[in-house]
């Protein structure tokens, strides 16, 4: 049984991973976000999709992976343009480019989908990870998706595990598992609020 759980002894999934809590936000320079951790957390955050445990999550995890993979990228060819994401952006649109900015704008929409998916549910203990992860898919990446992406992601959602499996999966400990699932999308919420709103913005358009 211990190898089907996704926590150290006596601790929670949590524990010792990046956590957009670590993030530093510069809110003197219009809440610049520190690039390098930024993608530190999101690649700790893919492996949430580990535990729901199905293959079906192969396509969520594969499209964010590649996301960051493109502003790594843009971080790696400019890295002195490129320290937080807001400047990373206006400099890679500067030299006429937008690979990076495109990733960060999908990337984005992933990070939302997850968030508002574990929101609610964890807001309404009686709903199913299926049922939550449906309505967050609708809300987020669907308007964006083909016609032949979006039965792949359908599955996806329908292939959640029962919520009881999927929080024990967490920790032992359920008050703190929740206690810290919320503390965790907190933060992960205020870095997507922040870059949702400087995405709308006409400097962040190509």
Do not use: C
Request: charge should be neutral.
């Amino acid at each position: 049984m211990a190898s089907n759980t996704a926590f150290p002894p006596g601790g929670t999934y949590f524990d010792g991973r990046k956590s957009f809590a670590d993030v530093n936000i510069d809110a003197a320079k219009d809440n610049a976000i520190n690039t390098t951790e930024f993608l530190e957390a999101a690649e700790s955050l893919i492996t949430l999709f580990d535990v729901l445990g199905s293959v079906a999550f192969n396509p969520v995890k594969s499209d964010m992976q590649g996301n960051i993979k493109k502003i790594k990228d843009r971080q790696l060819a400019a890295p002195l343009e490129s320290e937080t994401l807001q400047d990373l952006v206006r400099n890679e649109l500067k030299a006429k480019k937008h690979t990076a900015t495109e990733g960060l704008l999908w990337l984005v929409r992933g990070l939302d989908f997850t968030a508002q998916a574990l929101r609610a549910n964890l807001s309404n203990p009686k709903s199913e990870l299926s049922e939550s992860f449906r309505a967050a898919y609708g809300n987020t990446l669907k308007p964006h998706h083909s016609f032949l992406i979006k039965p792949i992601f359908s599955a996806a959602m329908s292939a959640t595990p029962y919520r009881a499996d999927f929080y024990a999966k967490l920790g032992d400990d359920q008050e703190r598992v929740n206690k810290e699932l919320d503390a965790w999308l907190s933060a992960l919420e205020k870095v997507v609020s922040i870059l949702k709103e400087f995405q709308g913005r006409k400097e962040a358009k190509w």
